[in-house]
């Protein structure tokens, strides 16, 4: 995904032949690989919250517990 994003917005920075804007460059491009990558991963993370959220709401404890074959809940013990 990070390599998707930084590849379609054109956000990779060349390295030039002078010493100091190579040093920007790489700088500019770790910066840019690290936000992404934490936004990516933040992203996915709020993305399966909301999806167990939403598959507890939906769900009846009843199908989970036939389907799974033990009992279902936030403090199931077995």
């Known amino acids: 995904m990070v390599v ?3 590849v379609a917005h054109h956000l990779w920075e060349r390295t030039a032949a002078q010493e100091e804007a190579r040093e920007q460059a790489v700088l500019y491009n770790t910066a840019t690989a690290l936000t992404l990558s934490v936004a990516v991963l933040f992203s996915y ?3 399966f ?3 167990l ?3 507890g ?3 009846e404890s009843g199908f989970l517990q036939s389907n799974l074959g ?3 809940g936030l403090s199931a013990t077995t």
Do not use: N
């Open 53 to 55: 959220v939403v598959a």
């Open 4 to 6: 998707w994003i930084i």
């Open 70 to 72: 033990h009992p279902v």
């Open 45 to 47: 993370a709020v993305l």
């Open 49 to 51: 919250v909301l999806v």
């Open 57 to 59: 709401f939906f769900l």
